[in-house]
Every structure is written in structure tokens, then in C-alpha cells.
């Protein structure tokens, strides 16, 4: 049976590439890639032989516990793009729970990544070993975190799969994920903010923490080589199997809990109807905010926006920054990452669009379209680019430069959806229907993404400069004049946008409902 699933995996990833070039190039490059980084993994894993050997165990039990962390999270990202990382799947076969767990345990090691994390694992006998016991002891301490790897990251991707299946668990995933890589600039931001003297000492501590982990024991049984190698290699054997008696235990619950994603919500009452315009316009803020509640994949541009800014701040202030640059850097960050992210506005409709397109009956409804979606962006993006440019302004030492600093973010986010409404018109794309908060573009179009995207940042990173160099170099009251700028950009571009739109309706509707 194990067999069966392995042979099953091979299926899987040769069956998506049968007639599809650009998966083909996709996959070949991952595998030159995965190629790549277990033959660089290994050789910079075998370097560490060279450094006294307290900081050689430091380094491989750091490299251990990051690739225990690596296999738990990398899987969340890729739930709902990848098949067998759901356990509902296999729910209707006629097969026994531990069968089950072998089978997806092998399926895990199947394939040019894993193989790559075991390639460059096993640089560890090179770069921790000191003599005969500690590569015997590697050659069992290695497959052992390998395993660790597996077991822990099927332990936490079963789990969560009901969550997973659900909006709100992808939504909370989605930030948690966000939060996450933001706290891998910590290092760095606190080298920044003048704690160089520090940074190693707290590499120390936290590696000789890490020592008494499971990946830790790992790493100082082959460097040990002797009988409390052994021993340490028999708690993490402990802990593995351990760990494969809960995913077992998480396995069998999880094939016979309810699909809640497939449950009805409730249905609430909108109370927006009197805040928002009659007619065409209101309809089109009231979805567009609808959809702003529903889908993950906005809110996971405006978090990262806000986020991104906050790590600018403090960087910045412990770099020394200051001065009006530092009111208004961040907020235009923020206002330009959130304005490009209308460069495919259409995208979010899929092929629903084309309720939309039978009742267009001239470039102007169209037009009322763009309008109704970039007034629902405002109402969202201005509060929050009020809050960074406030922030950033209370930090720069002036907390006056907050109104320039917002009503140039606001300018800019203006010109952006004036750019990102002309890119949704010249190279639409098409959102995969996926679970997941970072897919992108359906395969084979990435490159019209990249191409919409670029074209929208830099689009209106050089239509701001008439309002932006004013305001920083000569009047601060030139912002004033940034808002109406920005408005008149966002009007310019839905009124070509909507010219050009409205004669491409077919094309657009096509690029937009590719199946995924």
C-alpha cells in the first residue's frame, strides 16, 4: 500500500504536466532548483566543520530546528494548491488508518524538494561529526530528523484541515503567516536599532536553548559520537514515534469530522444601505466591501501593507532616519502596495463577470464600475494610510506632518488605482479558485500578472512625482493639491480603462475565467 501511494504521487505530478508547456518549464526549473539548494545545502552544512565545535553544535542545531519549522509551515502555505495534503481526500477509501498514515508519510518523501532537505541534511556528517561514532550516529540522527520533519508536518496540516477547508481558519492563516515572516526581520531590526554587540550573544543563548529540542539532540548526538549520542538519538526516536501516535490519533478524527466549509452561512442583513448612493455606484461599493469581508486575499494586502510600514518605522528610526521622509516614506509604501493590488480588479469576479458584462450597456456603466470599486478601496485603504502616515509623523518628532504625509498617501493611492484600473483592461488575469490566501495567477498567466503589476507600480510611481518632489523639497502645502491630483488620476484612468474595457469585454471575460 505504501507503494500504491508513492506510485500515486508520481501520477499526480506527471499528470499535471501532460500537455501544458509552461507547467513543464515550471517544473523542470523547480527541480534544477531543488538541485541547487541540496547540493549548496550540503556543501555550506559541511563548512560548519571548520568553526570551533561549541558553535559548530550552536549552528547545527539551529539548522536542524529551521528545517523542523520550514516542513511545519511551508505546508500550510501550499494547503489547497496541493492535493495530498488534505486528508478528506482519501476519506472514502476503503483503507485502515495506520495504512493511510504510511501511505501519506511515504507521499511526503516523495518528490525533488524533500529529497533536496535530505540531501542537505546529511551535510551534518561532515560538518558535526569529529570522528567514526559521530558518522555512525549521523547516519541514524539524520533520517531520524528527516522523519521528525514529516511526522510534524502531517501532524499539523491534518489538524488544521477542517480550519483550512474554512474562510475564516485561511483568513487566520493568512495573517498568522504574514506575522510570521515579519518576525524574521527581527534580527535584522534589531541590529538596526544599534544591538550589533548583542547579536551574537543572543545567537548563543537562544542556540544553546535549542540544544535540549528534538532537532538539538539530533544535532549533539552526532557531534558527541559516543553513548550519550546514543542516548540522545533514543528521545528523539521517542518523540517521533510520539509524535506519528497523534497524527494517527488527528488522522482518524479528521475522517469523520464534518466538511464545514460545506455548510451554509448565515445571512446578515446589510445595514450599509442608507450610508451608501442609490443606483449602479452604491451596488458596486456594497459588493465590493462584501467581498472585502469574504476574501482572504485582500485582507492579506492590507495587512501586509500596514505591516510592511510599521517594520519601515522602526527601522528607520533605528537607523537614524528622520525628518519629513520619515512621515511620509512609509505611508506611500503602504498607499502604492495597496493601489497596485487593483492592477487586476477584475480577477476577484472570475467568471461572474459576465453578469456584469450583459448588463454594460455603454462605456459609462463601465466606468460607474470602476468607480464603485475604487471608492470601496478608499473607504478601507484611507483610514489605515491615516494611521501609518500619523505614526510615522509622531516618530519623525512632529506630529503636525501627519495631514501632508496623509493627504499625499491618499494622492498616491489615487494614481495608483488610476493605473491599476488601465492594467486590469490590458492584462487581465485570472484568480485561481484555490483555498489558499497566496495564489496568485492561474497557470500560464503569471507572466501577464508580473506584467500588470510592474506596469501599474511603476505607472504610478512616476505619475506622483509632479506632487510628490513639491511637497518634499519645496512646500509641504503642495499635498493639498496631491488629493485632487490622485482623484483626477483615479478619474482619468477608469475613463480610459472603461473606453478600452468595453470594446475588449469578450477578451477580458476569457482572460478572467481560465479554468484552474
Known sequence: ???????????????????????????????????????????????????????????????????????????????????????????????????????????SATGAWPIASLVALFGALVGLSRGIGGVLLGLVAVPLVFALCLVASRLVTTALSGALRSRRGRDMLAVAVVFVVLLTQLPNLLVNRGLPSASMEMFTSAADTLRWTPPGLAAHAIADGGLAGLLDLLILAAVVVLLGWLWIIALRAALVRPDSSNQGGSVRRSRRKGLLPDGKLGAVIAKELKYARREPRGRVAWFTAVAVSGVMLFSFTGQGWGGFGLAIGPAMIAAIMIGVQSANTFGIDGRSLWMNAVAFGTDRDLRTDF????????????????????????????????????????????????????????SPYTYPERMNAFSGAAPGQGGQAFVAGLGAMAGAGLLVLPVLIPTVFFAQWVSGIAVVYGAAMAWGGRRIASRIGFRRMPELLEAVSRPT
Request: aromatic share 8%; charged share 10%.
Open 371 to 426: 468607480a464603485g470599486r475604487q471608492l470601496a478601496n478608499f473607504l478601507i485603504s484611507g483610514p489605515l494610510l491615516a494611521v501609518v502616515a500619523t505614526a510615522g509623523s509622531v516618530l519623525a518628532g512632529n506630529a503636525l506632518w501627519a495631514v501632508p504625509a496623509t493627504l499625499l498617501a491618499w494622492g498616491m493611492l489615487g494614481v495608483a488605482m488610476g493605473t491599476g484600473s488601465l492594467m486590469s483592461v490590458l
Open 1 to 107: 500500500m505504501t507503494g500504491t501511494f508513492v506510485r500515486l504521487k508520481l501520477r499526480l505530478i506527471a499528470g499535471s504536466l501532460r500537455g501544458d508547456l509552461v507547467r513543464q518549464l515550471g517544473f523542470g526549473f523547480s527541480v534544477f532548483a531543488a538541485v541547487v539548494c541540496a547540493l549548496l545545502g550540503f556543501l555550506l552544512f559541511s563548512l560548519v566543520s571548520l568553526t570551533p565545535d561549541e558553535m559548530a553544535l550552536r549552528i547545527g542545531a539551529t539548522v536542524f530546528t529551521v528545517a523542523v519549522l520550514g516542513w511545519v509551515v511551508v505546508p500550510l502555505l501550499a494547503f489547497g494548491l496541493d492535493e495530498t495534503l488534505d486528508p478528506s481526500r482519501l476519506a472514502l477509501f476503503p483503507l485502515t488508518t495506520r495504512q493511510l498514515a504510511l501511505g501519506m508519510f511515504a507521499a
